[in-house]
């Protein structure tokens, strides 16, 4: 078989575009490697979200550069958003790469690869998908990657909700979502493979199903279809839109024992102006009274956001507004990024007015803020017992075994390795908590 090595930048939804290439891949006589220098194609899948992610990905092009020289029949290709923002730039500015291919690309990859075999030249393919909805065909026979315990199941692609700040509309293309039926499918195999969680996928998947599908299903509908499946134990969802957040879901995390008390829910930012500025088309108070609502149901709720700041004209009572947020609402996770202008976004247009030493300050106040905030959260759980489903051994030390509870917070604990393996529900009482990890005793 020939060898081929993959790298993956960004997001979830990146991770899960890598694993269907190195499917489609095997079935074409491909096996995945870890050594870039062994390969006969090297796919990297890119991220274009921040500026740094971009760099990271050039200064990794011209490091790559070198096996070209040495192997002159290598194929090297640079999929996903960066790749798709970029297109024939991209060669311009790598002449030495064979490949540029988009997200919507990755289902073609064979093809793609085999273009650049027999015509010898390098291949840009960035255009999107024509389709109303968004179809992930499964590959009968044998596959080279066994689901984890917990794994991602895409349901929705692309975004339109276009924030002033993201790129994700311009790399991913308009909102597509998947027919019921072939996620079911694709979960119960997973299942039968071995998965117990499932994660829902997608850049807002609380627009799923709105239209492209035979019929409109909302996705609350999704949720509950999904629960029922037998043998699935949890069920979560990623990335969520505090606009088209329903009531609906709400009641869904009440009926539904196996969705599991977290939601990540970002909010960008603590005040008005800047919301509006960003197009979030939502209000601080309408984010709290989602959140006041959804406490008020499910007591155990833990929350994630992701948080911007820095953006352009935010002044510092602006941002102390996103400080005082956090503080409300005692996330247990926050992503917290310094705003960085991307390409074709109509906030590039706006001056980038606040210095990178001022960004920076507020970074690390947010961070420190935040770690305080985890802190006091997992020091709630120390005495209680957890459920942790098994993901792997630990490597720290102390500790045999790691996985989540259901507040998505990372547990180490020890247990008795004849007894527990990973994909297991184990009971485990918590002792410690640092950071966003907590420590404990396997009880079962
Ligand atoms: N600058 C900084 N952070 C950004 N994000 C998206 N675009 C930008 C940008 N231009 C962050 C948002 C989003 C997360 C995935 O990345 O917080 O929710
Ligand atoms: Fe980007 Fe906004 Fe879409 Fe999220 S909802 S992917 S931040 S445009």
Redesign the pocket.
Known sequence: MKQVYLDTFG?QMNVADTDRMELLLFHSGYIRTGEAQDADLILINTCS??DKAEQKIYSLARNLKPLKEVNPDLILGFTGCLAQQEGEQFLEKMPFVDLVIGPDGVEHIVRLVDEVKEKNVPVVRTQFDTDTNYKIPELSGETPLKPGSTTFVNIIKGCDKYCT???VPFTRGREKSREVEEIEQEVRLLVSRGAREVVLLGQNVNAYGKRGLKRPVPFHELLYRIASISGLERLRFT?SHPKDFTRECISAYQDLDILVNHLHL?V?SGNNRILKEMRRMHTVEEYISIIEELKTAVPDMGLST???VGYPGESESEFEDTLVLMEKIKFNNS?M??????PN?P?QDFPDSVPQSVKSARLQRTIELQKKLTLEQGEKFIGKEVDVLVESESFKSGADFRGRNAQYWSVNFTGDKRQISPGDMVKVVVEEASGHVLRGRGVL
């Open positions: 997001c979200i921040r700040f993201c790129v990335t970002p960008q992701d948080i911007i992503y990024f310094s705003y960085s202008p991307r976004t906030a």
